[in-house]
Protein backbone atom coordinates (compact mmCIF):
# COMPACT_ATOMS: atom_id res chain seq x y z
CA UNK A 1 0.00 0.00 0.00
CA UNK A 2 1.08 3.55 -1.01
CA UNK A 3 1.97 5.76 2.42
CA UNK A 4 -0.70 8.12 3.35
CA UNK A 5 -0.12 11.51 1.94
CA UNK A 6 -0.33 14.05 4.54
CA UNK A 7 -0.27 18.23 4.78
CA UNK A 8 0.49 20.33 7.89
CA UNK A 9 -1.16 23.28 8.40
CA UNK A 10 0.27 24.98 11.36
CA UNK A 11 1.28 28.79 12.00
CA UNK A 12 4.22 27.75 14.05
CA UNK A 13 7.30 26.52 11.92
CA UNK A 14 8.80 24.83 15.00
CA UNK A 15 5.76 22.68 15.54
CA UNK A 16 5.24 21.60 11.67
CA UNK A 17 8.47 20.69 11.83
CA UNK A 18 8.22 18.48 14.93
CA UNK A 19 5.25 17.21 13.91
CA UNK A 20 6.69 16.59 10.40
CA UNK A 21 9.56 14.78 12.15
CA UNK A 22 7.41 12.64 13.98
CA UNK A 23 5.04 11.33 11.31
CA UNK A 24 7.80 10.81 8.64
CA UNK A 25 9.08 8.39 11.41
CA UNK A 26 6.44 5.54 10.37
CA UNK A 27 6.78 4.38 6.83
CA UNK A 28 2.75 4.21 5.88
CA UNK A 29 2.81 8.18 6.37
CA UNK A 30 4.19 10.83 4.46
CA UNK A 31 3.81 14.36 3.99
CA UNK A 32 3.70 16.27 1.10
CA UNK A 33 3.12 19.74 1.59
CA UNK A 34 2.88 22.40 4.51
CA UNK A 35 1.09 25.88 4.73
CA UNK A 36 1.51 28.66 7.55
CA UNK A 37 -2.15 29.99 7.10
CA UNK A 38 -5.65 29.06 6.41
CA UNK A 39 -5.58 31.20 2.85
CA UNK A 40 -2.14 29.72 2.24
CA UNK A 41 -4.01 25.90 2.23
CA UNK A 42 -6.43 26.79 0.62
CA UNK A 43 -3.67 27.55 -2.62
CA UNK A 44 -1.48 24.70 -1.76
CA UNK A 45 -3.98 21.90 -0.76
CA UNK A 46 -5.35 21.28 -3.83
CA UNK A 47 -1.50 21.39 -5.34
CA UNK A 48 0.11 18.94 -3.19
CA UNK A 49 -3.01 16.55 -3.34
CA UNK A 50 -3.24 14.86 -0.09
CA UNK A 51 -5.08 12.69 1.57
CA UNK A 52 -5.38 13.45 5.02
CA UNK A 53 -4.59 17.49 5.79
CA UNK A 54 -3.61 17.80 9.71
CA UNK A 55 -4.58 21.76 11.11
CA UNK A 56 -4.90 23.60 13.95
CA UNK A 57 -7.95 25.66 14.64
CA UNK A 58 -5.77 28.28 16.26
CA UNK A 59 -4.80 30.03 12.82
CA UNK A 60 -4.13 34.13 11.74
CA UNK A 61 -7.12 35.29 9.74
CA UNK A 62 -8.76 32.44 8.55
CA UNK A 63 -9.16 30.36 11.64
CA UNK A 64 -8.74 26.57 11.62
CA UNK A 65 -12.75 25.63 11.29
CA UNK A 66 -13.25 28.08 8.46
CA UNK A 67 -10.34 26.94 6.16
CA UNK A 68 -11.95 23.29 7.05
CA UNK A 69 -15.14 24.29 5.80
CA UNK A 70 -13.61 26.03 2.70
CA UNK A 71 -11.45 23.10 2.22
CA UNK A 72 -14.15 20.45 2.26
CA UNK A 73 -15.97 22.67 -0.18
CA UNK A 74 -13.48 23.13 -2.13
CA UNK A 75 -12.61 18.88 -2.22
CA UNK A 76 -15.20 17.38 -1.11
CA UNK A 77 -13.49 13.63 -0.24
CA UNK A 78 -10.53 15.64 1.26
CA UNK A 79 -10.45 14.29 4.85
CA UNK A 80 -9.44 16.21 7.62
CA UNK A 81 -7.93 15.85 11.35
CA UNK A 82 -7.73 19.07 13.89
CA UNK A 83 -4.46 18.84 15.83
CA UNK A 84 -5.58 21.89 18.62
CA UNK A 85 -4.60 22.91 22.37
CA UNK A 86 -8.70 23.57 22.28
CA UNK A 87 -10.19 20.12 24.61
CA UNK A 88 -13.97 21.48 24.61
CA UNK A 89 -16.53 19.61 23.83
CA UNK A 90 -17.63 22.88 21.77
CA UNK A 91 -14.78 22.81 19.73
CA UNK A 92 -15.18 19.11 18.46
CA UNK A 93 -18.36 19.91 17.10
CA UNK A 94 -17.78 22.64 15.46
CA UNK A 95 -14.77 21.17 13.70
CA UNK A 96 -17.16 17.89 13.23
CA UNK A 97 -20.14 20.34 11.41
CA UNK A 98 -17.20 22.33 9.20
CA UNK A 99 -16.36 18.98 7.97
CA UNK A 100 -14.05 17.60 10.28
CA UNK A 101 -13.19 13.67 10.28
CA UNK A 102 -10.94 14.00 13.21
CA UNK A 103 -9.98 15.85 16.93
CA UNK A 104 -6.73 15.20 18.24
CA UNK A 105 -5.36 17.11 21.59
CA UNK A 106 -1.92 19.03 21.64
CA UNK A 107 -1.45 17.02 24.88
CA UNK A 108 -1.80 13.63 23.42
CA UNK A 109 0.65 10.76 23.00
CA UNK A 110 2.10 10.23 19.42
CA UNK A 111 0.49 6.81 19.15
CA UNK A 112 -3.31 8.70 19.20
CA UNK A 113 -2.10 11.06 16.59
CA UNK A 114 -1.16 8.19 14.51
CA UNK A 115 -4.17 5.97 15.00
CA UNK A 116 -6.29 8.98 14.39
CA UNK A 117 -4.60 9.59 11.08
CA UNK A 118 -4.99 5.90 10.28
CA UNK A 119 -8.78 5.75 11.21
CA UNK A 120 -9.46 8.78 9.22
CA UNK A 121 -7.27 7.53 6.27
CA UNK A 122 -9.62 4.57 6.25
CA UNK A 123 -12.93 6.63 6.41
CA UNK A 124 -13.98 6.58 10.04
CA UNK A 125 -14.10 9.19 12.90
CA UNK A 126 -11.72 10.14 15.28
CA UNK A 127 -11.60 11.62 18.71
CA UNK A 128 -10.56 11.07 22.36
CA UNK A 129 -13.40 9.16 24.07
CA UNK A 130 -13.47 11.91 26.71
CA UNK A 131 -14.77 14.49 24.49
CA UNK A 132 -16.72 12.78 22.50
CA UNK A 133 -19.11 12.17 26.07
CA UNK A 134 -19.00 15.71 26.98
CA UNK A 135 -19.87 16.69 23.69
CA UNK A 136 -22.74 13.63 23.84
CA UNK A 137 -23.83 15.40 27.42
CA UNK A 138 -24.19 18.59 26.43
CA UNK A 139 -26.12 18.02 22.91
CA UNK A 140 -28.68 15.32 25.01
CA UNK A 141 -29.93 18.87 26.98
CA UNK A 142 -32.88 19.73 25.40
CA UNK A 143 -31.82 18.45 22.08
CA UNK A 144 -35.06 18.03 19.37
CA UNK A 145 -33.45 14.75 18.26
CA UNK A 146 -33.45 13.17 21.53
CA UNK A 147 -37.29 11.08 21.45
CA UNK A 148 -36.77 10.44 17.63
CA UNK A 149 -37.66 6.42 16.68
CA UNK A 150 -35.61 5.00 14.19
CA UNK A 151 -35.68 1.36 12.95
CA UNK A 152 -32.75 -0.86 13.58
CA UNK A 153 -31.95 -1.49 10.04
CA UNK A 154 -32.61 2.80 10.10
CA UNK A 155 -29.80 3.24 13.16
CA UNK A 156 -27.52 0.71 11.68
CA UNK A 157 -27.25 2.97 8.28
CA UNK A 158 -27.06 5.98 9.94
CA UNK A 159 -24.10 4.42 12.37
CA UNK A 160 -22.31 3.16 9.44
CA UNK A 161 -22.85 6.55 7.52
CA UNK A 162 -21.55 8.73 10.36
CA UNK A 163 -18.41 6.41 10.72
CA UNK A 164 -17.77 7.11 7.08
CA UNK A 165 -18.54 4.08 5.10
CA UNK A 166 -20.29 5.03 1.37
CA UNK A 167 -23.06 3.54 0.00
CA UNK A 168 -21.66 0.66 -1.39
CA UNK A 169 -19.96 -0.59 1.59
CA UNK A 170 -22.83 -0.42 3.61
CA UNK A 171 -24.81 -2.13 1.06
CA UNK A 172 -22.22 -5.07 0.57
CA UNK A 173 -21.94 -5.27 4.34
CA UNK A 174 -26.09 -5.82 4.81
CA UNK A 175 -26.83 -7.77 1.99
CA UNK A 176 -28.34 -4.82 0.46
CA UNK A 177 -28.48 -2.35 -2.75
CA UNK A 178 -26.98 0.70 -2.74
CA UNK A 179 -30.66 2.08 -3.48
CA UNK A 180 -31.86 0.45 -0.56
CA UNK A 181 -29.13 2.54 1.61
CA UNK A 182 -29.77 5.50 0.03
CA UNK A 183 -33.85 4.97 0.95
CA UNK A 184 -32.79 4.30 4.66
CA UNK A 185 -30.88 7.08 5.01
CA UNK A 186 -33.85 9.71 3.33
CA UNK A 187 -35.87 7.88 5.62
CA UNK A 188 -33.58 8.76 9.10
CA UNK A 189 -32.92 11.74 7.94
CA UNK A 190 -36.44 13.00 7.35
CA UNK A 191 -37.61 11.64 10.60
CA UNK A 192 -34.71 13.47 12.15
CA UNK A 193 -35.11 16.88 10.17
CA UNK A 194 -31.34 16.78 8.91
CA UNK A 195 -29.63 17.06 5.67
CA UNK A 196 -25.59 16.99 6.05
CA UNK A 197 -23.58 14.11 7.18
CA UNK A 198 -22.59 16.44 10.13
CA UNK A 199 -26.15 16.73 11.48
CA UNK A 200 -26.15 12.50 11.16
CA UNK A 201 -22.72 12.39 13.24
CA UNK A 202 -24.35 14.80 15.87
CA UNK A 203 -27.38 12.86 16.02
CA UNK A 204 -25.55 9.00 15.89
CA UNK A 205 -23.04 10.89 19.07
CA UNK A 206 -25.82 12.54 21.22
CA UNK A 207 -27.32 8.99 20.88
CA UNK A 208 -24.55 6.31 21.55
CA UNK A 209 -25.13 4.99 17.93
CA UNK A 210 -20.93 5.37 17.30
CA UNK A 211 -20.56 3.71 20.72
Same mark, same amino acid.
Given at each position: ?6 ? @? !?? /? ?9 ? @??? *? ?21 ? +??? /? ?7 ? &? ?26 ? /? ?17 ? *? ?26 ? @? +? ?6 ? &?? =??? =? ?6 ? !? ?15 ? @? ?18 ? !? ?13 ? !???
Amino acid at each position: MPPIRLF @L !VD /DHAIVRAGVRA @LLE *SHDQLEVVGEAESGEDALVRVPE +AAP /DVVLLDLTL &PGMNGIATARALRAQLPSLRLVALSMHE /DPESVQGFLEAGGSGYVPK *SSLEAQLVDAILAVARGEYYAPARLLAE @L +AREMAQGD &PY =KHV =KLTPRERE !VVRRIAQGSTYREIAEA @LGISEKTVATYRERASEKLG !VRSRAELVRWALENG !VLA
